[in-house]
């Protein structure tokens, strides 16, 4: 049974810091690319930051370059994003989202940047 089940999401003042974890299990993760996107109220889903299997490429969505790295650790079978310099615009549930010849979800983690 494939999963994907992320944790580390919660309320933080601007400025602040998260990580996020993502562990996977049921396929071969270290053929897959690795993602997280988020999706703000009334919003789409977009693409925050991916890695891929080999290498690893990254790749980040302009609004959280420098501020946000994803890493991966494939004995682990698990993706993070730090997320660092949170800011309001920040505030969305966190998916995480594996892709290879198939593609799978996580069921997803809120991040709220509030004062």
């Known amino acids: 049974q494939v999963q994907l089940v992320e944790s580390g999401g919660g309320l933080v003042q601007p400025g602040g810091s998260l990580s996020l974890s993502c562990t996977a299990s049921?396929?071969?993760?270290?053929?897959?690319?690795m993602s997280w996107y988020r999706q703000a109220p009334g919003k789409e889903r977009e693409l925050v930051a991916r890695?891929?299997?080999?290498?690893?490429?990254?790749n980040y969505a302009d609004s959280v370059k420098g501020r946000f790295t994803i890493s991966r650790d494939n004995t682990k079978k698990t993706v993070y994003l730090q997320m660092n310099s949170l800011k309001p615009e920040d505030t969305a549930v966190y998916y995480c989202?594996?892709?290879?010849?198939?593609?799978?979800w996580g069921q997803g983690t809120q991040v709220t940047v509030s004062s």
């Open positions: 989202n594996a892709r290879f010849w198939q593609q799978f």
């Open positions: 049921g396929f071969t993760f270290s053929r897959y690319t």
């Open positions: 890695i891929t299997d080999g290498g690893p490429t990254t």
